[in-house]
Protein backbone atom coordinates (compact mmCIF):
# COMPACT_ATOMS: atom_id res chain seq x y z
CA UNK A 1 0.00 0.00 0.00
CA UNK A 2 2.99 2.42 0.43
CA UNK A 3 5.69 1.35 -2.57
CA UNK A 4 8.16 3.98 -3.60
CA UNK A 5 11.01 2.53 -6.47
CA UNK A 6 13.93 5.21 -7.33
CA UNK A 7 16.46 4.39 -9.82
CA UNK A 8 18.86 7.42 -11.76
CA UNK A 9 16.11 9.37 -12.96
CA UNK A 10 13.02 7.63 -12.39
CA UNK A 11 11.14 7.80 -9.01
CA UNK A 12 7.73 5.60 -8.22
CA UNK A 13 4.74 6.31 -5.96
CA UNK A 14 2.11 3.42 -6.06
CA UNK A 15 -0.14 1.00 -4.02
CA UNK A 16 1.44 -2.14 -5.52
CA UNK A 17 3.89 -3.32 -7.58
CA UNK A 18 4.93 -6.68 -9.24
CA UNK A 19 8.39 -7.26 -10.33
CA UNK A 20 8.67 -10.09 -12.92
CA UNK A 21 12.03 -10.66 -13.19
CA UNK A 22 12.34 -13.39 -15.95
CA UNK A 23 10.27 -10.94 -18.36
CA UNK A 24 12.08 -7.83 -17.06
CA UNK A 25 8.39 -5.92 -16.16
CA UNK A 26 7.56 -4.15 -13.69
CA UNK A 27 3.48 -3.53 -12.73
CA UNK A 28 2.12 -1.03 -10.75
CA UNK A 29 -1.64 -0.33 -10.11
CA UNK A 30 -4.76 0.63 -8.53
CA UNK A 31 -5.97 -1.48 -5.97
CA UNK A 32 -9.21 -0.19 -5.76
CA UNK A 33 -11.21 2.49 -7.35
CA UNK A 34 -10.77 4.71 -4.65
CA UNK A 35 -7.25 4.28 -4.21
CA UNK A 36 -4.79 6.68 -6.05
CA UNK A 37 -3.52 6.18 -9.03
CA UNK A 38 0.66 5.08 -9.63
CA UNK A 39 2.90 8.49 -10.26
CA UNK A 40 5.86 8.04 -12.33
CA UNK A 41 8.52 10.73 -12.33
CA UNK A 42 11.40 10.37 -14.89
CA UNK A 43 13.11 13.69 -15.09
CA UNK A 44 10.52 16.88 -15.28
CA UNK A 45 8.31 14.80 -16.30
CA UNK A 46 5.22 13.22 -14.42
CA UNK A 47 2.68 10.14 -15.66
CA UNK A 48 -0.43 8.80 -13.80
CA UNK A 49 -2.72 6.42 -14.73
CA UNK A 50 -4.77 3.23 -13.72
CA UNK A 51 -2.04 0.53 -14.44
CA UNK A 52 1.29 1.23 -15.71
CA UNK A 53 3.78 -1.65 -16.98
CA UNK A 54 7.36 -1.22 -17.46
CA UNK A 55 9.23 -3.16 -19.72
CA UNK A 56 13.30 -3.42 -19.32
CA UNK A 57 15.83 -4.19 -21.07
CA UNK A 58 19.08 -4.68 -20.13
CA UNK A 59 18.33 -2.63 -17.24
CA UNK A 60 16.95 0.20 -19.09
CA UNK A 61 13.41 1.35 -19.39
CA UNK A 62 12.44 0.39 -22.99
CA UNK A 63 8.56 0.69 -23.24
CA UNK A 64 6.22 1.88 -20.91
CA UNK A 65 2.60 1.35 -21.22
CA UNK A 66 -0.04 3.22 -19.18
CA UNK A 67 -4.10 1.73 -19.31
CA UNK A 68 -7.10 3.99 -18.24
CA UNK A 69 -6.94 7.19 -17.37
CA UNK A 70 -3.62 8.44 -18.82
CA UNK A 71 -1.96 11.96 -17.55
CA UNK A 72 1.38 13.11 -18.68
CA UNK A 73 2.84 16.15 -18.13
CA UNK A 74 6.52 18.25 -18.05
CA UNK A 75 7.55 21.17 -16.60
CA UNK A 76 9.73 23.68 -18.76
CA UNK A 77 13.05 24.07 -16.83
CA UNK A 78 13.10 28.32 -17.83
CA UNK A 79 9.69 28.71 -16.60
CA UNK A 80 8.30 26.71 -13.97
CA UNK A 81 4.76 27.59 -13.99
CA UNK A 82 4.45 26.11 -17.16
CA UNK A 83 3.40 22.61 -17.82
CA UNK A 84 2.78 21.00 -20.88
CA UNK A 85 -0.09 18.44 -20.50
CA UNK A 86 -1.57 15.38 -22.37
CA UNK A 87 -4.62 13.12 -20.88
CA UNK A 88 -5.90 10.22 -23.27
CA UNK A 89 -7.61 6.84 -21.98
CA UNK A 90 -4.39 5.12 -22.86
CA UNK A 91 -0.48 5.88 -23.62
CA UNK A 92 2.73 4.02 -24.84
CA UNK A 93 6.15 5.54 -24.31
CA UNK A 94 9.51 4.32 -26.03
CA UNK A 95 12.99 4.76 -24.94
CA UNK A 96 16.56 4.26 -26.62
CA UNK A 97 19.54 5.35 -24.13
CA UNK A 98 17.26 6.44 -21.21
CA UNK A 99 15.72 8.69 -23.29
CA UNK A 100 12.47 9.29 -24.33
CA UNK A 101 12.02 9.15 -28.07
CA UNK A 102 8.47 8.63 -28.96
CA UNK A 103 4.70 8.86 -27.31
CA UNK A 104 1.61 7.44 -28.64
CA UNK A 105 -1.45 8.56 -26.63
CA UNK A 106 -5.05 6.95 -27.83
CA UNK A 107 -8.54 7.50 -27.10
CA UNK A 108 -10.05 11.27 -26.34
CA UNK A 109 -7.07 12.82 -26.27
CA UNK A 110 -6.48 16.31 -24.63
CA UNK A 111 -3.57 18.29 -24.75
CA UNK A 112 -1.96 21.30 -23.68
CA UNK A 113 1.81 22.95 -25.32
CA UNK A 114 3.84 25.78 -24.83
CA UNK A 115 5.47 27.58 -27.71
CA UNK A 116 9.28 29.02 -27.07
CA UNK A 117 10.77 30.76 -29.70
CA UNK A 118 14.31 31.17 -29.13
CA UNK A 119 13.73 29.83 -25.66
CA UNK A 120 11.35 32.81 -25.17
CA UNK A 121 7.84 32.00 -24.03
CA UNK A 122 5.34 32.67 -27.10
CA UNK A 123 1.92 31.05 -26.36
CA UNK A 124 0.15 27.77 -26.45
CA UNK A 125 -1.81 25.56 -28.27
CA UNK A 126 -4.67 23.57 -27.28
CA UNK A 127 -5.53 20.73 -28.92
CA UNK A 128 -7.85 17.67 -28.94
CA UNK A 129 -7.92 14.27 -31.12
CA UNK A 130 -8.62 10.84 -31.29
CA UNK A 131 -5.40 9.97 -31.06
CA UNK A 132 -1.55 12.02 -30.93
CA UNK A 133 2.00 11.00 -31.68
CA UNK A 134 4.62 13.09 -29.92
CA UNK A 135 8.16 12.78 -31.01
CA UNK A 136 11.00 13.57 -28.90
CA UNK A 137 14.63 15.04 -29.01
CA UNK A 138 17.22 15.07 -26.23
CA UNK A 139 13.39 14.34 -23.97
CA UNK A 140 12.15 18.08 -25.71
CA UNK A 141 9.23 17.62 -28.09
CA UNK A 142 9.94 18.15 -31.48
CA UNK A 143 6.97 16.94 -33.21
CA UNK A 144 3.00 16.50 -32.06
CA UNK A 145 1.01 14.83 -34.98
CA UNK A 146 -2.94 14.57 -34.36
CA UNK A 147 -4.99 11.42 -36.27
CA UNK A 148 -9.64 11.55 -36.41
CA UNK A 149 -10.77 14.52 -35.80
CA UNK A 150 -8.19 16.73 -34.76
CA UNK A 151 -8.86 20.63 -33.64
CA UNK A 152 -6.21 23.04 -32.39
CA UNK A 153 -6.77 26.68 -30.79
CA UNK A 154 -3.30 28.80 -30.52
CA UNK A 155 -3.47 31.34 -27.57
CA UNK A 156 -0.79 34.33 -28.00
CA UNK A 157 1.63 35.04 -25.20
CA UNK A 158 -0.01 38.16 -24.06
CA UNK A 159 -3.32 35.42 -22.90
CA UNK A 160 -0.87 33.14 -21.23
CA UNK A 161 1.42 34.95 -19.22
CA UNK A 162 0.69 35.28 -15.82
CA UNK A 163 -1.93 33.61 -16.60
CA UNK A 164 -0.91 29.86 -16.87
CA UNK A 165 -2.90 28.44 -13.87
CA UNK A 166 -6.55 28.81 -16.43
CA UNK A 167 -4.41 26.50 -18.91
CA UNK A 168 -4.78 22.88 -16.86
CA UNK A 169 -6.54 20.03 -18.30
CA UNK A 170 -9.21 18.93 -16.11
CA UNK A 171 -6.89 15.89 -14.43
CA UNK A 172 -4.23 18.03 -13.79
CA UNK A 173 -2.00 17.66 -10.30
CA UNK A 174 1.40 18.46 -9.90
CA UNK A 175 2.66 15.80 -7.50
CA UNK A 176 5.09 16.89 -5.30
CA UNK A 177 6.00 14.07 -2.85
CA UNK A 178 8.69 12.53 -5.23
CA UNK A 179 10.42 10.16 -3.39
CA UNK A 180 14.06 10.78 -3.42
CA UNK A 181 17.18 8.40 -2.37
CA UNK A 182 18.14 10.40 0.76
CA UNK A 183 14.52 10.07 2.11
CA UNK A 184 14.16 6.83 1.66
CA UNK A 185 17.85 5.76 3.11
CA UNK A 186 16.37 7.72 6.05
CA UNK A 187 13.82 5.17 6.81
CA UNK A 188 15.76 2.47 6.36
CA UNK A 189 18.12 3.39 9.21
Same mark, same amino acid.
Given at each position: ?S ?7 F????DFTL?L?DAE?M???K?SEE ?6 ? *????Q?TGDS??? +??E??K????D????A????QNN? +???RY ?12 A ?5 K ?10 Y?? *?E??E?N??T ?11 E???V ?11 EY???K?V ?5 A?T?PNF?? *?QN ?6 L??N??
Amino acid at each position: DSVKIIKGGFASINDFTLYLRDAETMITKKVSEEAGQPVLW *YENSQLTGDSITI +YIEDKKINQLDVIGHAFMLSQNNK +YKERYDQTSSKNVRLFFADNKLLKAEFEGNVLSIYYL *YEEEEANGLTKSSAKNVTIIFEDNEVIEVRLYGSPSSEYYPEKQVVGNERAFTLPNFIF *YQNRPSKLDLLKNIQ
